[in-house]
């Protein structure tokens, strides 16, 4: 693991353990339908960095996705959200689409507070 990785790692977990107003609680029960992941329920957090804001899903068991591919500050830190994103239901071509989710951590986004 490089260092940038670690820093960056240690930074989001220093910031999700201190930060909790940074989270909002989602769940299946909430969004019915248009919910689009396989777990039922976890939390989406925003956070500014230079790049501009980056969304992320907290799962039940802990691990962290990005709910927009990677982007590259923390590429290698969140994983990618497909393996736990439902098949559209009038495609199964296709995965559902994280928006909802995205549209709800939007409030928690705050510029004045960058945290890289």
């Not at 609680?25 to 909430?30: A, D, G, L, P, Y």
């Not at 199964?92 to 986004?109: A, N, Q, R, W």
Request: charged share 25%; hydrophobic share 40%; with cysteine.
């Amino acid at each position: 693991m490089n260092l940038k990785r670690c820093a960056v790692m240690g930074l989001l977990l220093f910031v999700a353990g201190c930060m909790d107003d940074r989270f909002q609680s989602v769940s299946e029960k909430r969004f019915g339908d248009a919910w689009p992941l396989t777990v039922s329920h976890g939390q989406v957090a925003c956070f500014n960095g230079e790049d501009g804001e980056i969304f992320f899903f907290v799962a039940p068991d802990g691990k962290e996705y990005s709910l927009q591919g990677n982007p590259a500050p923390v590429r290698k830190v969140l994983l990618p959200i497909s393996p736990i994103t439902k098949r559209d239901p009038k495609n199964s071509d296709v995965f559902m689409k994280t928006d909802v989710l995205i549209k709800e951590g939007k409030p928690l986004c705050d510029p004045s507070k960058m945290i890289f």
